[in-house]
């Protein structure tokens, strides 16, 4: 997947590619080896079921300032926890990332990804639905009418993203090593 953020104070020209893979359960018990060989800048992970096992590996000293897990609530888009390694975001607004960003070209998938037709399954299965509040406000949410992790991991990895730029940037920087099709390239 890439991504230019046209709107972005940071540069109007960045480019970010996110591998759309699937991993044994086994593979992901070891998040610092998968970081390590993917070239992980920041890595965003869902704190759920698993929140013990994320929560070690978020404080891991290799991760420091490289890593949250995410739980999802509030109005604002994302706010972090003093000690560094949650995230709390809007699920809706970090939805919206995605099914605005894939009709608007600021998201781009291409089409020589190993799952392809899986990754388009998952993010059709994204539904927006009009509910009201309390208060008799009008709100949107999404509902999941289907399979939807490779939409949520997008969803993660374009948090990621901001994290990365907005507070993340100590992290060590330089050039991230991506794997694009079996073959390694640096951006």
């Not at 509902?143 to 940037?169: C, N, P, S, W």
Request: aromatic share 10%; glycine share 6%; with cysteine.
């Amino acid at each position: 997947i890439t991504c230019r953020d046209w709107s972005s104070d940071v540069c109007s020209s960045d480019l970010v590619v996110i591998a759309a893979i699937k991993f044994p359960k086994e593979e992901l018990e070891n998040v610092l080896e998968l970081q390590k060989r993917f070239g992980a800048l920041y890595t965003v992970s869902d704190a759920m079921p698993y929140t013990t096992d994320v929560s070690r590996t978020a404080k891991h000293p290799q991760n420091k300032n490289k890593m949250k897990i995410c739980f999802f609530g509030g109005k604002k888009q994302y706010s972090t926890t003093r000690d560094g390694i949650e995230v709390t975001a809007n699920r809706t607004q970090m939805l919206d990332v995605l099914t605005d960003g894939f009709p608007k070209k600021e998201i781009l998938v291409g089409s020589n990804i190993e799952n392809y037709d899986e990754f388009w399954a998952h993010a059709k299965n994204l539904a927006r639905v009009k509910s009201e509040d309390e208060d008799g406000v009008e709100t949107f949410e999404y509902v999941k009418v289907g399979e939807d992790h490779f939409a949520f991991a997008t969803a993660y990895a374009m948090l990621a993203r901001t994290l990365h730029y907005e507070i993340g940037q100590d992290s060590g920087g330089g050039l991230a090593p991506i794997e694009i099709s079996g073959a390694k390239t640096n951006l």
